[in-house]
């Protein structure tokens, strides 16, 4: 077993299938042991197959029954690597075996539909401290919301990343999303493959970040390339939607290939609403981070995050997004859900901390109840992590909370130094002395350490 199965815990067995290899995503079959039926394991076509892991790192074992990840893909391999067997046999084995999607870049959007819930911060704390904890591994955020606040956090905050912000967006070329998105409005079904020099390093800028984390800065000019983007989307080829909305994941394998193909993770800010680049960023994503604030609205809001990427709607037959359709037409995989984050949560006095508590606590009821009906739209994890059973395991894997750090977080944010980076004492911001407290520290750091540590 080679090093990436033993991390993961899993255990190699005669009958994995690795389908595709060498470059980009690649995917294993492996039986749900012990529940495989013998006869299945059996299978000559299965057992004969090659054992070898793959060197890529694991991802998660994925329990699919009615969509498989990339579902044509994973056929057309089965189709070549069984090339005797019929369609609907191969598809039937597909159908019985846990998909395991092994892939060298690991992408995870943070998206809720609802403003103001901590996207942005919470992109710039957990990329900059999963960079923190991972040096080896190099970590990419995309910024894909036109108010480009993670860049801005990320270039040096309030007054210094502003200012590089002001000089990538006048620079020529306009090394930024939109610059690339651009190149696709340009080329939108013929991939130019000029992904790779929007990739900017953050600590060239902002001494703050490690070296190995790399931003595909925000750009406002997103929000008027839009009705354009969506213009490819049709007319044009039959499949002009799908193809449209491969341009974020063609960007990230440009990525990839320029740094040869290492593993690397990839985190995505969202913009609130459910524009065409929310699409185009979903689309890329494999998992979903879902913050949220305990408020009243939080809960319409997860529920319509749910409905608009996974259709689950409260009522039959109430109409489903035009994403959700289409994601479903042209076989194109989903995200599946991480996390859900309660963030913000305020510890200012009793009755407030059991308010937020009781807000969060029935968010996550209510994600339980669409996990006991679809877990499929979920990705549980750790790779090899046994599957939860009860509602107490479910949340321990899935819900997390972060706290309001109050001053710490304002220095953090305006200044640009993740909040695991920060110090205590007197800082000067915006010309302003400031005290942040070891104690509102306290509050946040170790919130944002475990959730960058939960992330593959
Ligand atoms: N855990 C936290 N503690 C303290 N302040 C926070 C926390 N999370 C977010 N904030 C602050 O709340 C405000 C809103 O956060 P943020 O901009 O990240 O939200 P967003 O979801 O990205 O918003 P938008 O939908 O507009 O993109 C910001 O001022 C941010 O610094
Ligand atoms: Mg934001």
Known sequence: MDHAAQQSGVQ???VEVRLGGGVGPSFVLRPPSPRVPPRILRHPGLSCAGARFHSHEWLGVVRRHKRLPHQSVILERIQLFHGSLPVRRTT?????????RTKNMPTYAIWNNKGGV???YLSFQVAAEYARVHPERRVLVIDLCP???SSSMLLGGMLDGEAVLNQIHYANPRLTISGYVEDRIFSPYVNPRSGARYATSVSAYNNAIPRNLFLVVGDEQLEIQSSRVSAATSPGPQDAWRIVHTWISDLIQDISESWNNETFTVFIDCNPS??????????ASDRLIIPFSADGSSKRAVRAVLALIFGVTRQP??????YFINSQRFRMSLPELYMYVGNRLTQ???TSAAAFKSVVNEIGDEIFAVWQTNSNLFCVHPGGAPIPTGKRAFKAMFQYEVNDANTASVVSSTCGIPISGLTSGAKIVLGKTVIVNQTQLDKQVPNIQALALAIE
């Open 12 to 14: 190699a067995s005669p």
């Open 92 to 100: 039937r084995i597909a159908w019985r075996f846990l998909i395991e």
């Open 118 to 120: 901590g996207k942005s």
């Open 147 to 149: 108010q480009a606040n």
């Open 274 to 283: 459910f524009s065409i680049y929310t699409e185009l960023a979903l689309s």
């Open 317 to 322: 037959g109430q109409q489903q997004s035009e």
């Open 348 to 350: 200012a006095n009793q």
